[in-house]
């Protein structure tokens, strides 16, 4: 089993391991070079950016996605994503304990998407929780998720809310905490 596999299946790990100092910051060092690159190009080259994100994201991006730069992604490997998925500019993946974006989410600028957090009493040990967004889910602008949730199938996530619950499918959420406002009918 990896660190990673160990992550997901709910083990913490001390952030001086050599086994994850190994896996993790080599992932988080090729990730961090390739979005380098990435803000690096002229956004007029589309051809180019696609074939960088796709290094990234291990040629997920087809079908309609993209993500716009600049863009951190800290552990790509650990992300899965649908098709026409967008990110516009400034999405933040802390991807360690993995996220599932499924078809047809729609990101707005500055959106955070984080699986890990620290334990209170030792903060150089992680612990991580997976994020999944479903299908057709719209997050606004500087919207942050939290390690362990599930965003529904087709709900809508208001500009600038904290999200640390689930949101049910066809829901509209707000605020800090994001709370539901309204069922979409």
Known sequence: MSVFDDLRNGQS?????EDYQREVHGEIDRCDHICWEISQTDPADKDKLVALENELMGGQMKDGTFFTPPMNIDCASNVHVGKNVYANHHLTMMSLGTITIEDGVMMGPGVGLLTVNHEPKNIRVVKTGEITLK????????????????????????TGAVVT??????????GS????IKTIE
């Open 13 to 17: 790990y001390d952030i001086r391991n």
């Open 135 to 158: 299908k057709n889910a719209w997050l606004g602008a500087r919207v942050s998720v939290l390690p362990g949730v599930t965003i529904g199938e087709n709900a809508i996530i208001g």
């Open 165 to 174: 619950k689930d949101i049910p499918a066809n829901s509209i959420a707000v």
């Open 177 to 180: 905490p994001a709370k539901v």
